[in-house]
């Protein structure tokens, strides 16, 4: 049986050559990692949470709340499963459509988009802190006169985030109300009464109602 000749290496860097360059690599920089002045440990570094679920104290709506969920939890889901706040909705859960909207420190967010450990510390108000049926806010009245909404499932974030821009934008005309108001979305299509409904609360100075 004839002798089969080993295959010549190919011109340049072999594959042997290659796998030997980057374990040598590998290592050095290995040492060098180790050689080097490790971090100093902070003084102030938070302590793990987790995996399981961990106790919070939230101020929701003027009220201190105190549940245990897992770091992992949502403002949004300890919001309607843990504390029975279900008015912000759940919709699209990839903070797109608004649904879901509160105030966080009087600022407009999403809450499908932060994790409610990350709310301590800070107020909280939902839809349910903003008027009762017996006692609508301005806003809450402007969408029942001007039919500002349909199906419901946009209503409460909508009327969050109106009530946060009136706040803010007392002399807001038409063209600032659709620009501030760009990241609810109503499926429904009722944005002319829900800019109309904005309107007239600024043309009121009711903002604060």
Known sequence: ??????????????????????????????????????????????????????????????????????????????????????????????????????????????SCSMLAVEAQGHAVQTIESLGTPEQLSAIQAAFVEHDAQQCGFCTPGFVVACTAFVHDHPNATLEDVRAGLGGNLCRCGTYHGVTEAVLQVVKTGKGGA
Do not use: W
């Open 1 to 110: 049986m004839p002798f089969r000749k080993k295959p010549e290496e190919p011109s340049g860097l072999s594959r042997r050559g290659f796998l030997k360059t980057v374990g040598a690599g590998t290592v050095a920089g290995g040492l060098i990692g180790e050689s080097a002045t490790p971090p100093r440990a902070s003084a102030q570094a938070p302590a793990l949470a987790g995996p399981g679920p961990i106790p919070l104290e939230l101020n929701i709506n003027g009220k201190v709340e105190k549940v245990s969920v897992e770091p992992r939890v949502t403002l949004l889901d300890t919001l309607r499963n843990h504390l029975d706040l279900t008015g912000s909705k759940k919709v699209c859960d990839r903070g797109t459509c608004g649904a879901c909207t509160v105030l966080l420190d009087n600022k407009p967010i999403y």
